[in-house]
C-alpha cells in the first residue's frame, strides 16, 4: 500500500442478531493486516458488542466476545465508547470484555477528523 | 476539514439521528437520502433548526420527489440532484453513511 | 476524483443498492474515477445471475455488468460473504460441490485485501448500507 490511511470503524450495531457486528471485526483485522491504523467507536446498540461473558453456544455461533479480545494481536488497540453510551444501556468498564477508551460525545467528532476513511456498520 | 454525513432513514430512528448528530463538526453536511428524506418535514425541523448556520443541509431530489415531498421540504433544506450529490463527496474531505 | 463504493444493502429488498448505483453513474459520466465498487454482507447478492426481476422493475445485475464494460471498473465481491449466500464463480461451485456456479460476468470474487486497498487508493470511499 502506499501511504497508510487511517480507518475509523463507527459500529452502531449489537452482535449475534446482525452479521454487521462480526462484518466490522472482519473488516478491521484486514486492514491491520495491511498495516492501516485502525480504530473502532462503538455507539448506541454497538457498545452491546463489548460486553462480557457472552455464552453463544447455544446459537452455534462464533463468540463475538473473542474476536474483541484478539484485537491486540492485530495491533488494534484504540477502542472508543461514549460515557453516554455507556450509560445508555446502564454499563460501565468493569462490563466490558476490552479495555477501552471512554470519551464524550462531543469528542467523536474530532476523532472523525482524526482519522481518513470512515466506515460505517 | 469538512464531512458529508449521509442519512438514509426517517427521523423514527431516532438514535441513527442522535448518532449523526453527535458526530457533527460545525462545518459539516448533512444530506438526507432515500427514507432520511422524510426528515425535510416541518415536523421534524426542530432536529435541525439549532444546528450552526455553517452546517450545510441538503436533501436529495429524486428521493424527495418519490415520496411526495416536492411541496413539503423545510426551508432549512436545499433541494439537490445526483449531480449535486457527487459534487458534494468532492467538496466535503470524507463521507459517513449513517444507516 | 478517485472514489470507490462500498455495498451492504441487498439489491431486491433495498433501496440502498439502487442508490449506490446511480452515485457510481453519475460520477462517471461527470468524468470521475470509480476505482473499485467492493460489495459486501448482502451487497453480494447483486451478483447472482439467477436473479431475474420483473420486466418492470430495475436490474441491478446487468446494469452494473453494462457500467462496468463501458467505464472498466472493478467490481468485486466479498468471497466469504458471496460463498455464504449462495454466490459462486466456477473455483468455488467446485470447492463446495454444488451443482453451478452463478457469479455474474463482469464481478470478480476476492477477499477483503481488495477492500482495503480501495481505502489506500481511493480519495473516497463511500458506504451504501441498509
Known amino acids: 500500500m502506499s501511504d497508510k490511511k487511517s480507518i475509523l470503524i463507527i459500529n452502531q450495531s449489537a452482535p449475534y442478531a446482525s452479521s454487521k457486528a462480526r462484518e466490522s471485526l472482519d473488516v478491521a483485522l484486514t486492514c491491520a493486516i495491511f498495516e492501516m491504523p485502525v480504530s473502532l467507536l462503538f455507539m448506541g446498540d454497538g457498545v452491546l458488542q463489548l460486553l462480557k461473558g457472552q455464552q453463544p453456544e447455544a446459537l452455534q455461533t462464533k463468540k463475538h466476545e473473542a ?48 482519522h481518513d476513511t470512515v466506515l460505517t456498520f | 476539514m469538512m464531512t458529508l454525513h449521509l442519512l438514509n432513514k426517517s427521523p423514527q430512528s431516532m438514535s441513527l439521528y442522535s448518532n449523526m ?36 443541509l441538503f436533501v436529495l431530489k429524486a428521493d424527495a420527489e418519490a415520496r411526495g415531498l416536492s411541496e413539503r421540504v423545510s426551508a432549512l433544506f436545499e433541494v439537490i440532484d445526483d449531480n449535486q450529490f457527487v459534487e458534494l463527496t468532492c467538496q466535503n474531505e470524507k463521507v459517513v453513511s449513517w444507516y | 476524483m478517485k472514489f470507490s463504493l ?122 451504501f448500507g441498509a
Request: net charge negative.
Open chain 3, 6 to 127: 462500498v455495498v451492504h444493502s441487498s439489491p431486491i429488498s433495498q433501496q440502498s443498492a439502487a442508490t449506490a448505483f446511480r452515485f457510481a453513474k453519475t460520477a462517471l459520466e461527470a468524468g470521475h474515477e470509480i476505482f473499485r465498487v467492493f460489495y459486501y454482507g448482502d451487497g453480494v447478492l447483486v451478483a447472482n445471475s439467477q436473479i431475474a426481476p420483473p420486466q418492470d422493475e430495475i436490474n441491478l445485475p446487468e446494469m452494473w455488468q453494462a457500467l462496468a464494460k463501458q467505464y472498466d471498473i472493478d467490481l468485486v465481491v466479498c468471497i466469504a460473504a458471496a460463498v455464504k449466500r449462495g454466490v459462486l464463480d466456477d473455483n468455488e461451485a467446485k470447492r463446495y460441490e454444488k451443482d453451478s456456479a452463478n457469479l455474474v460476468a463482469g464481478f470478480e470474487l476476492s477477499g477483503l485485501g481488495q477492500l482495503a486497498e480501495a481505502i489506500a487508493l481511493s480519495d473516497r470511499v463511500i458506504t
Open chain 2, 21 to 56: 448528530l453527535a458526530s457533527l463538526s460545525d462545518n459539516d453536511s448533512i444530506l438526507l437520502i432515500e427514507d432520511g428524506a422524510y426528515g425535510v418535514l416541518d415536523a421534524h425541523c426542530k432536529i435541525f433548526k439549532d444546528l450552526p448556520d455553517a452546517v450545510g
Open chain 1, 67 to 114: 474476536m474483541l479480545t484478539a484485537l491486540p494481536m492485530y495491533d488494534i488497540d484504540c477502542l472508543y465508547v461514549t460515557s453516554s453510551d455507556l450509560k445508555l444501556h446502564g454499563l460501565h468498564s468493569e462490563d466490558l470484555a476490552v479495555p477501552v477508551n471512554i470519551v464524550e460525545q462531543k469528542q467523536i467528532a474530532s476523532l472523525i477528523q482524526q
